[in-house]
């Protein structure tokens, strides 16, 4: 059986935690999309593990699979197992051989783009990993797989095909001289054969290369558990998103299919859980119409003088609203409900986990965005285009605030003790997207979190 864990709202919604809480019955734990722009926090035994590429679960001894439909930086994903294997920990991590590598000329493809892009103010915003490029390689039927770094011919035919496109991008079309970059070696031929090469050679001895989606339907029909996890999250995903300030993968449910190799009845047989966080965060550009307040760079328009400075401030303090990979303050706003019936039916999620239900307590009053209103209509979900959504009025209902009390005591006594106005404000998220919320996280500890529903049962 599986379980799919799925970003309601625009990342960073606590989706580590609870592949971490619901993990813990599961024997594997796959990523299906994305690559090192996530970034996902785990509380182990009080140890916390911010996590780019590793799988959640394999902090805790599950083995964790990155599947065909991520892409995969594998400077960092080596980086961070030696640092896991420091801290004492050896993740078994296994990557499909139909992943895309993210090439260091990725990166500084991206970055290039976004600078070109803000002289006309229309960056994204982007992690500036390499997630667009690497993507748009992998469409445009010139990447590099992780299955071709085992055979040296394959790899500098594949390298001595593309790598000369991309000098001529550079010099030619952005006017950027290649031998005067900090990192000219991304765009050398032999560099780049050479470390790919070394790479190979460590993922073939240390036994991490599989044919993924084989290995987990197997794995399925041997009787299993999978954790399916997601990252990024729906309203950032390339056709369900706020095109064009989304990420280049799908994050939504159907991604766990096509990013894994397992079946769309697979994946829809079992439960497929839509994190949410208790009101929203956004990194990066685009429309947020519950905004408070903003991030100058980042809100349009934004020159450092907005509505309700104030609370976005208390809220991103309290919640500690900044970036787990760039470490960039957090854009803060009410949470959206128009935003979640959007995510509940393009993912058709079994469940929610509502998490950071703590941070907002103490507040007199909490808001969230009902409905909008667009041209004179009441509308009840996302409009199609980003134009149309920047223009969408929140329509706003308040809600009575709920006392701050101790929380790791509400997690060990159970539904129950969330005193009652954080209850009205849960009913009220199950109601609107007509979801039952299976667990409400009070807390960043593992130990912190009220389970209602537990998976694989
Ligand atoms: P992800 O990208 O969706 O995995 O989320 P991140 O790890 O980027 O951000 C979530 C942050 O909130 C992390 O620092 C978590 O430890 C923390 N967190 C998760 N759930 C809760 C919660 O219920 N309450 C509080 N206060 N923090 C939480
Ligand atoms: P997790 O898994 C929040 C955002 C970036 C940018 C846009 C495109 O931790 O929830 P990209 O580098 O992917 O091309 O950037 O998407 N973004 C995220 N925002 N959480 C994430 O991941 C994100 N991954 C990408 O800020 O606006
Ligand atoms: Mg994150």
């Not at 809100?299 to 760039?326: K, M, S």
Request: glycine fraction near 14%.
């Amino acid at each position: 059986m599986t379980v799919t864990i799925v970003g309601a709202q625009l990342g960073d919604e606590g989706k580590g935690g609870i592949v971490d809480l619901y993990g813990d019955s599961a024997d594997i734990v796959a990523r299906y999309q994305g690559g090192d722009n996530a970034g996902h926090t785990v509380v182990h035994e009080g140890e916390e593990y911010k996590l780019s590429l590793v799988p959640s679960g394999a902090v805790r001894g599950k083995v964790g699979v990155l599947g065909n439909g991520c892409v995969v930086n594998l400077r960092t994903l080596f980086d961070e197992l030696d640092q896991l294997g420091e801290r004492g920990l050896q993740p078994d991590v296994r990557i499909a051989e139909r992943a895309h590598a993210i090439l260091p000329y990725h990166r500084v493809l991206d970055g290039i783009e976004e600078e070109v892009k803000s002289e006309s103010d229309s960056e994204v915003g982007t992690t500036g990993r390499g997630i667009g490029p690497t993507y748009e390689d992998k469409a445009g039927r010139r990447g590099i797989r992780i299955g071709d770094l085992r055979n040296t011919e394959v790899l500098r035919e594949r390298l001595e095909y593309v790598v000369p496109q991309k000098r001529a991008l550079i010099e030619d079309v952005y006017g950027v001289s290649v031998d005067e970059l900090d990192n000219s070696d991304a765009f050398d031929v032999d560099a780049l054969f050479e470390e790919f090469h070394a790479f190979g050679k460590r993922l073939v001895e240390e036994e991490m290369i599989v044919n993924a989606g084989a290995f987990l339907n197997e794995q399925i029909d041997s009787g299993a558990n999978v954790v399916l996890e997601g990252a990024q999250g729906t309203m950032i995903d390339i056709d369900h998103g706020n095109y064009p300030y989304v990420t280049s993968s799908n994050p939504t449910a159907g991604g766990a299919a096509v990013g894994t190799g397992l079946s769309p009845g697979t994946v829809g047989s079992g439960e497929v859980i839509g994190i949410v966080k208790a009101y929203l965060t956004r990194v990066g550009s685009g429309p947020l119409p519950t905004e408070l307040g903003g991030v100058v760079g980042d809100t349009p328009g934004y020159d450092g003088d907005g509505d309700d400075e104030e609370l976005a401030t208390y809220i991103r303090e309290e919640g500690g609203e900044y970036g787990t990979v760039t470490g960039r303050p957090r854009r803060v706003g009410w949470l959206d409900i128009p935003m979640l019936r959007h995510a509940a039916r393009r993912s058709g999620f079994t469940g929610l986990a509502v998490n950071h239900v703590d941070v907002l307590a103490g507040l007199d009053t909490v808001k969230v965005g009902h409905a909008y209103e667009l041209d004179g209509e009441r509308r009840m979900t996302i409009p199609a285009t980003t134009e149309q959504w920047g223009r969408c009025e929140p329509v706003f209902r308040s809600f009575e605030g709920w006392p701050d009390v101790d929380w790791a005591a509400v997690a060990a006594e159970g539904y129950e003790a969330i005193p009652d106005n954080a209850q009205d404000y849960l009913e009220y998220i199950e109601r609107e997207t007509e979801t039952p919320v299976y667990a409400i996280g009070v807390g960043p500890g593992r130990n912190e979190s009220v389970v209602r529903q537990r998976a694989f049962e």
